[in-house]
């Protein structure tokens, strides 16, 4: 007799009616761990196997929990799991799931779509500026509130009795990079800018590589930089 929470198969994998909930509690208590369950991925490479049964046989004699002194992983280990799963779900999932209030998801909601995007989007900026800042050996000041208004730039590198602006634009991985748009938009502040602090203002582009580090996407703006220091120097 089939399961009713078996919903289907892919090859020797199951899918499960509430695999959501269940994936969440097996990451959340580290179930499926490799401290937990030993390094399947290794386990499986070294094993090599054709069919299913070669991969099932070969785990059981082989692995051991990934730690100090670990245990060796039995089946009967691996039903312990899932007696842990169903208990962590049943009684504290479900505790916590009764404890949530409709007012407390509005808050999550709000928080994950709006504060959360924009402590990011800081975060970004603030990891650029530290990058640009070392780049060019120079101190980069934050601008003044009015400056953002009036000027459209972020940060200055004060030189001498002048400064040069900076505005950092975070653009997403893959996007097309139209910097004509920017400039024409801020052109008028920019200009004004630089009547009246004697430096340029430049764009300088984040992105973040695939393993989630930012880094300035535009990078010879940092030599851009360091030519527009050395005529003011000189001025």
Partial sequence: MAKEWITGFD?????????????????RWGLNKAHSVGSTSELIRSCAPSKYEEWEEFYFNNAYQ?????????????TGLGQSLYVKLSEVVQNELLSITEEECIDYAYNLVLNRTYEGYVTEIETIYGQLEAAVERKIEPAPDE?????????????????????????????????YQWVEMHMINHQRFE??????????????????????????????????IERLENL
């Fill in 66 to 78: 990934k730690k100090k002194d670990g245990l060796k992983v039995t089946r009967e280990y691996i």
């Fill in 147 to 179: 400056w953002d208004r009036t000027y459209s730039v972020d940060f200055f590198i004060k030189v001498k009795d002048q400064c040069i602006g900076i505005q950092i634009k975070p653009i997403a991985s893959g996007q097309a990079l139209n910097q």
């Fill in 11 to 27: 090859g020797a994998n199951l899918k499960f009616k509430r695999e959501t909930l269940l994936n969440y509690g097996m990451n």
């Fill in 195 to 228: 009547t009246d602090f004697g430096g340029k203002v430049f764009f300088v582009y984040s992105t973040k590589s695939a393993a989630g580090k930012k880094r300035i996407y535009n990078t010879e703006v940092i030599e851009q930089i360091r030519t527009e």
